[in-house]
Protein backbone atom coordinates (compact mmCIF):
# COMPACT_ATOMS: atom_id res chain seq x y z
CA UNK A 1 0.00 0.00 0.00
CA UNK A 2 1.18 3.37 -0.76
CA UNK A 3 0.18 5.91 1.62
CA UNK A 4 -0.27 9.52 0.37
CA UNK A 5 -0.74 12.31 2.97
CA UNK A 6 -1.43 16.10 3.08
CA UNK A 7 -2.82 19.07 4.29
CA UNK A 8 -6.43 20.49 3.40
CA UNK A 9 -5.33 22.19 0.66
CA UNK A 10 -2.21 20.74 -0.16
CA UNK A 11 -3.77 19.97 -3.39
CA UNK A 12 -3.03 16.06 -2.94
CA UNK A 13 -6.04 15.28 -4.36
CA UNK A 14 -5.14 17.47 -7.83
CA UNK A 15 -1.86 15.63 -7.89
CA UNK A 16 -3.47 12.51 -7.28
CA UNK A 17 -6.33 13.09 -10.53
CA UNK A 18 -3.34 13.92 -12.48
CA UNK A 19 -1.32 10.51 -12.04
CA UNK A 20 -0.71 8.61 -14.89
CA UNK A 21 -0.43 5.24 -13.15
CA UNK A 22 -3.61 3.37 -13.51
CA UNK A 23 -2.48 0.37 -11.54
CA UNK A 24 -3.08 1.08 -8.26
CA UNK A 25 -6.40 0.62 -7.01
CA UNK A 26 -7.94 4.05 -5.48
CA UNK A 27 -9.08 4.46 -2.01
CA UNK A 28 -10.06 7.81 -0.08
CA UNK A 29 -9.92 7.65 3.73
CA UNK A 30 -12.12 9.96 4.39
CA UNK A 31 -14.68 8.70 1.80
CA UNK A 32 -14.78 5.53 3.86
CA UNK A 33 -15.10 7.47 6.90
CA UNK A 34 -18.06 9.81 5.56
CA UNK A 35 -19.86 6.40 4.51
CA UNK A 36 -19.88 5.21 8.37
CA UNK A 37 -20.21 8.48 9.73
CA UNK A 38 -23.28 9.29 7.90
CA UNK A 39 -25.30 6.40 8.94
CA UNK A 40 -23.84 6.25 12.65
CA UNK A 41 -24.03 9.86 13.74
CA UNK A 42 -26.37 11.73 11.01
CA UNK A 43 -23.77 14.14 9.35
CA UNK A 44 -24.10 15.15 5.70
CA UNK A 45 -20.93 16.33 4.56
CA UNK A 46 -17.16 14.88 5.07
CA UNK A 47 -16.47 18.07 6.81
CA UNK A 48 -18.40 17.52 9.61
CA UNK A 49 -16.47 14.55 10.45
CA UNK A 50 -13.34 16.49 11.94
CA UNK A 51 -15.64 18.03 14.18
CA UNK A 52 -17.21 15.13 15.89
CA UNK A 53 -16.10 13.96 19.03
CA UNK A 54 -12.33 12.95 19.16
CA UNK A 55 -13.92 9.66 20.26
CA UNK A 56 -16.50 9.23 17.59
CA UNK A 57 -13.87 10.10 15.17
CA UNK A 58 -11.61 7.45 16.72
CA UNK A 59 -14.14 4.71 16.52
CA UNK A 60 -15.19 5.27 12.69
CA UNK A 61 -11.23 6.15 11.88
CA UNK A 62 -10.50 2.30 13.29
CA UNK A 63 -13.89 0.59 11.13
CA UNK A 64 -12.20 2.01 8.29
CA UNK A 65 -8.56 0.67 9.34
CA UNK A 66 -10.07 -2.89 9.69
CA UNK A 67 -11.05 -2.70 6.31
CA UNK A 68 -7.82 -1.55 4.87
CA UNK A 69 -6.18 -4.14 6.64
CA UNK A 70 -7.83 -6.57 4.49
CA UNK A 71 -6.82 -5.27 1.54
CA UNK A 72 -4.79 -7.24 -0.87
CA UNK A 73 -2.72 -5.84 -3.97
CA UNK A 74 -1.43 -2.68 -5.00
CA UNK A 75 -3.52 0.28 -3.53
CA UNK A 76 -3.22 4.30 -2.93
CA UNK A 77 -4.39 5.50 -0.03
CA UNK A 78 -5.12 9.16 0.23
CA UNK A 79 -5.64 10.41 3.55
CA UNK A 80 -4.31 12.53 6.20
CA UNK A 81 -1.12 12.78 8.46
CA UNK A 82 -3.31 14.79 10.90
CA UNK A 83 -6.56 15.78 11.52
CA UNK A 84 -7.35 19.14 12.57
CA UNK A 85 -10.34 18.56 15.87
CA UNK A 86 -11.41 20.64 18.17
CA UNK A 87 -9.17 18.17 20.96
CA UNK A 88 -6.63 18.70 18.86
CA UNK A 89 -4.46 16.92 16.20
CA UNK A 90 -5.57 13.57 15.63
CA UNK A 91 -3.24 11.43 14.06
CA UNK A 92 -4.10 10.53 10.63
CA UNK A 93 -2.62 6.37 11.05
CA UNK A 94 -2.37 5.59 14.80
CA UNK A 95 -0.13 2.70 15.43
CA UNK A 96 -2.79 0.39 16.47
CA UNK A 97 -4.23 1.19 12.91
CA UNK A 98 -1.12 1.75 11.34
CA UNK A 99 0.40 -1.92 12.17
CA UNK A 100 -2.21 -3.81 10.10
CA UNK A 101 -1.41 -2.66 7.59
CA UNK A 102 1.21 -3.28 4.35
CA UNK A 103 3.20 -0.13 4.02
CA UNK A 104 5.28 -0.03 0.63
CA UNK A 105 5.60 4.08 0.88
CA UNK A 106 4.62 7.35 2.22
CA UNK A 107 4.36 10.19 0.69
CA UNK A 108 3.54 13.65 2.11
CA UNK A 109 2.52 16.16 -0.23
CA UNK A 110 3.28 19.52 0.86
CA UNK A 111 3.09 23.28 -0.64
CA UNK A 112 3.79 26.71 0.55
CA UNK A 113 1.37 27.89 3.26
CA UNK A 114 0.53 30.82 1.97
CA UNK A 115 -0.40 29.15 -1.10
CA UNK A 116 -2.39 26.50 1.00
CA UNK A 117 -4.42 29.58 2.61
CA UNK A 118 -5.55 30.95 -0.80
CA UNK A 119 -6.54 27.76 -2.42
CA UNK A 120 -8.64 27.24 1.41
CA UNK A 121 -10.49 30.43 0.77
CA UNK A 122 -10.89 29.75 -3.21
CA UNK A 123 -12.11 26.37 -3.26
CA UNK A 124 -16.34 26.39 -3.10
CA UNK A 125 -16.96 22.78 -2.98
CA UNK A 126 -15.92 22.44 0.27
CA UNK A 127 -15.84 23.82 4.36
CA UNK A 128 -12.25 24.07 4.95
CA UNK A 129 -11.00 25.55 8.13
CA UNK A 130 -9.68 29.44 8.00
CA UNK A 131 -6.94 28.86 9.81
CA UNK A 132 -4.38 31.36 10.76
CA UNK A 133 -0.70 31.00 9.18
CA UNK A 134 1.03 30.57 12.40
CA UNK A 135 -1.62 27.63 12.74
CA UNK A 136 -1.06 26.48 9.32
CA UNK A 137 2.78 26.18 10.20
CA UNK A 138 2.04 24.39 13.14
CA UNK A 139 0.32 21.88 11.66
CA UNK A 140 2.71 21.32 8.53
CA UNK A 141 5.63 20.69 11.03
CA UNK A 142 3.50 18.22 13.63
CA UNK A 143 2.55 16.19 10.27
CA UNK A 144 6.15 16.37 8.96
CA UNK A 145 7.25 14.82 12.54
CA UNK A 146 4.36 12.32 12.52
CA UNK A 147 5.47 10.86 8.78
CA UNK A 148 8.72 10.37 10.41
CA UNK A 149 7.43 8.53 12.93
CA UNK A 150 4.80 6.62 10.74
CA UNK A 151 8.23 5.72 8.71
CA UNK A 152 9.74 4.51 11.72
CA UNK A 153 6.77 2.25 13.08
CA UNK A 154 6.16 0.71 9.18
CA UNK A 155 10.00 0.43 8.03
CA UNK A 156 7.92 1.86 4.71
CA UNK A 157 10.23 5.14 3.11
CA UNK A 158 9.23 8.64 3.35
CA UNK A 159 8.76 10.95 0.57
CA UNK A 160 7.80 14.79 0.74
CA UNK A 161 6.34 15.85 -2.61
CA UNK A 162 6.43 19.61 -3.31
CA UNK A 163 2.75 21.08 -4.88
CA UNK A 164 3.36 24.35 -5.60
CA UNK A 165 1.02 26.31 -7.62
CA UNK A 166 0.71 25.82 -11.31
CA UNK A 167 3.10 22.92 -10.51
CA UNK A 168 0.31 19.58 -9.86
CA UNK A 169 1.80 18.06 -13.03
CA UNK A 170 5.56 18.26 -11.81
CA UNK A 171 4.67 16.76 -8.67
CA UNK A 172 2.64 14.33 -10.30
CA UNK A 173 4.78 13.12 -12.66
CA UNK A 174 7.79 12.94 -9.37
CA UNK A 175 4.85 10.92 -7.61
CA UNK A 176 4.02 8.49 -10.60
CA UNK A 177 7.71 7.95 -10.76
CA UNK A 178 7.97 6.47 -7.01
CA UNK A 179 4.25 4.47 -8.10
CA UNK A 180 6.44 2.80 -11.23
CA UNK A 181 9.46 1.28 -9.03
P1 LIG B 1 -10.52 14.65 2.65
O1 LIG B 1 -11.63 14.73 1.66
O2 LIG B 1 -9.34 13.87 2.19
O3 LIG B 1 -10.15 16.00 3.18
O4 LIG B 1 -11.11 13.82 3.92
C1 LIG B 1 -12.32 14.22 4.55
C2 LIG B 1 -12.25 14.04 6.04
O5 LIG B 1 -12.05 12.66 6.36
C3 LIG B 1 -11.13 14.77 6.76
O6 LIG B 1 -11.43 16.14 6.98
C4 LIG B 1 -11.08 13.99 8.07
O7 LIG B 1 -12.11 14.42 8.95
C5 LIG B 1 -11.40 12.56 7.63
N1 LIG B 1 -10.20 11.72 7.49
C6 LIG B 1 -9.52 11.40 6.37
N2 LIG B 1 -8.50 10.57 6.65
C7 LIG B 1 -8.51 10.36 7.99
C8 LIG B 1 -7.72 9.59 8.90
N3 LIG B 1 -6.70 8.83 8.49
N4 LIG B 1 -8.04 9.62 10.21
C9 LIG B 1 -9.07 10.35 10.65
N5 LIG B 1 -9.85 11.09 9.86
C10 LIG B 1 -9.59 11.11 8.53
MG1 LIG C 1 -8.68 15.94 -0.69
Redesign the pocket.
Known sequence: MIIVLGL?GSGKSTVLSLLQDKSCKRL???SL??EIAQKEFGISS??E??KLTAEK?KKV?AKVGEMLANEKGKVLL???CS?STPSGY?P??PNKLLSKLKVDALVLIRAPIDEIMKRRQADPTRKRDADEIGKLHEQDSFNISLLASYSALSGAPAKIITNKDGKAKEAAVELDALLSQ
Open positions: PNYGMFRDIRQQDTHVLGL
